[in-house]
């Protein structure tokens, strides 16, 4: 191979890099919307709900009856898929996701559900937020959090996207996020690993429920949500907890709105909610 056709490959092999990686950043953007990992705005015209999903530049819009089976036309994840809790042995299996490394990484839970907390903290500069967790119902998700938690995933971190009064919630669990109303990563970031659904029949997301983001079934990652009215929601998203204490700190939150509402009205909040700490407990 001469001088110029070796020059010629070189080229051509980075051109086909470059491409392949936009591919990657276009799939993942794709694929992370609320709620996995993005939200979701919820109008009601003539008794059609449509639901919008917004995130990193990708707009997909679906179209459902009142009761809609999906709020998000999630997409199926590529690759291994994760397992759900097997009560023989203790263990839920847990993926790496493919579509991206991790925003913060901190490496893989374990396996095996050692201990249950009851009891989430959420330490932030506003106040304390306390989730009282289902561990029976979600071994996957609070074991997953337990684990984020020990490494200091969450701290540092900024909730990045505020609701409104159709679609009211707040999402947090970016280690990346800027919540400054400007950012068109936020919502990007996970722990570059995935787990199955948990608890979702029957849910429903009242005034309270804390709830996994996902941008489809089985994506759960580290974002999640927390409703602080009455969210119009198919039963896609696991519900792991619910809120006992500090939830007038979202209310509060919400009075001040967002910084730059998007299409759907939603966006970073004015007053920032910032994680400083998250702790775990058995102790009711």
Do not use: W
Request: hydrophobic share 30%; glycine share 12%; charged share 25%.
């Amino acid at each position: 191979m001469s001088g110029k056709e070796r020059q010629k490959q070189l080229a051509r092999e980075h051109y086909e890099r470059q491409m392949q990686r936009r591919a990657e950043r276009e799939a993942r953007a794709k694929r992370n919307a609320i709620l996995g990992t993005s939200v979701v705005g919820v109008l009601v015209v003539g008794g059609v709900v449509a639901a919008t999903t917004l995130f990193g530049g990708s707009d997909t819009t679906a179209t459902a009856t009142a009761d809609p089976s999906s709020s998000a036309a999630p997409t199926e994840a590529a690759g291994a898929q994760p397992k759900a809790f097997d009560p023989a042995s203790g263990t839920c299996g847990y993926v790496a996701d493919a579509d991206g490394s991790p925003a913060k990484n901190v490496g893989m839970p374990p396996e095996k559900v050692e201990a249950k907390p009851t009891t989430m903290t959420l330490k932030t500069n506003r106040g304390d937020i306390v989730i009282k967790l289902s561990p029976d119902k979600t071994p996957c998700t609070v074991n997953s959090f337990a684990f984020l938690a020990e490494k200091n995933y969450f701290d540092g971190s900024k909730c990045h996207r505020l609701g409104n009064d159709q679609f009211p919630m707040i999402q947090c669990g970016d280690p990346l996020a800027k919540a400054d109303g400007k950012s068109q990563t936020d919502g990007q970031g996970g722990p570059g690993y995935r787990f199955v659904n948990e608890n979702l029949e029957g849910a429903t997301y009242k005034r309270g429920v804390v709830a996994m983001a996902n941008s489809g079934p089985d994506t759960n990652g580290s974002q999640f949500f927390i409703v602080y009215g009455d969210a119009p929601l198919s039963p896609d998203y696991t519900p792991f907890g619910t809120v006992t204490e500090g939830l007038e700190i979202i209310d509060k939150v919400n009075k001040a709105g967002v910084i730059t509402p998007g299409p759907d009205g939603t966006g970073a909040p004015k007053e920032t909610v910032e994680i400083k700490d998250v702790t775990m407990s058995s102790k009711s």
